[in-house]
């Protein structure tokens, strides 16, 4: 069954509204860790447009299930990476004005930049996951980097629907068996939420789901505690299809 890491950003998105310190995603992750939750996710953007320098080093103090830290491959964020040593650093691609992270990163293009990236962390005992689209040559390129992790985006499939969304479900079924195949350890990601988690939950093989966004929505009208617990339930029931 694999594990639910939970991305706790919007609690900071929420807080970053008014700059103040309401609500704290450091409190929000102990309560995530106390609902089930087997790790804790964050974006350390460029923009600090959720997350702060602040909480990731709270966050360090106080995880105590796995600090992941998802970041870009800027100099001056590998090397707030490199000093915080969390337990994780899942490499993203990041653009500015995006909504979100909005495709995997183009581990092809970008091989020496984040071969040389993978190595500085792992030299610190960092865990390295890069966040890629399904797709063949980018499972490839990472496995040629020297990554331990992949995290697949699970985006084009959470934004379909029917056939479609089938298909998109088949390729992250063959992209997990090809990386696994390669010797690397699969992780998926974004978009999930509670009516399109189970079939990816099903996939044998994933570690861990990362889930942010839709946990985070339904906490404010249940409460964080259930929110994380149901999804958990729904992982839990999903894996034994
Ligand atoms: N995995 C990665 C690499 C991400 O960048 C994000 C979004 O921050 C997530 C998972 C979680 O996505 P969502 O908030 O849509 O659940």
Request: aromatic share 2%.
């Amino acid at each position: 069954m694999p594990k639910l890491c939970v991305n706790v950003d919007h609690i900071a998105t929420l807080r970053q509204a008014r700059r103040g310190k309401e609500p704290d995603p450091v409190l929000g992750a102990r309560i995530c860790e106390r609902a089930g939750c087997e790790g804790i996710v964050v974006h350390l953007r460029e923009d600090r447009r959720h997350i702060q320098e602040r909480d990731i080093y709270l966050l360090k103090e106080g995880v105590r299930t796995k600090l992941n830290l998802e970041m870009s491959i800027a100099q001056d964020i590998v090397d707030i990476a490199l000093d915080l040593r969390p337990d994780f650093a899942t490499l993203v691609p990041e653009r500015r004005e995006e909504v979100t992270t909005e495709g995997g990163l183009d581990v092809l293009k970008e091989k020496e930049r984040i071969e040389k990236v993978v190595e500085r962390l792992q030299e610190k005992e960092i865990k390295v996951s890069l966040f890629i689209d399904p797709e063949l040559e980018q499972i490839k390129a990472s496995k040629e980097v020297g990554t331990d992790f992949i995290e697949l985006h699970t985006g084009r499939y959470a934004h379909s629907e029917g056939k479609e969304q089938e298909r998109e479900l088949k390729n992250l079924v063959i992209a997990k068996d090809k990386a696994i195949e390669l010797g690397l350890k699969v992780n998926a990601g974004h978009g999930l939420n509670y009516q399109n988690v189970s079939p990816v939950a099903a996939i044998s093989g994933i570690q861990e789901l990362n889930i942010g966004h839709s946990i985070i929505s339904r906490a404010v009208f249940v409460g964080l505690e259930k929110a994380v617990r149901e999804m958990k339930e729904i992982i839990t029931v999903g894996s034994r299809q």
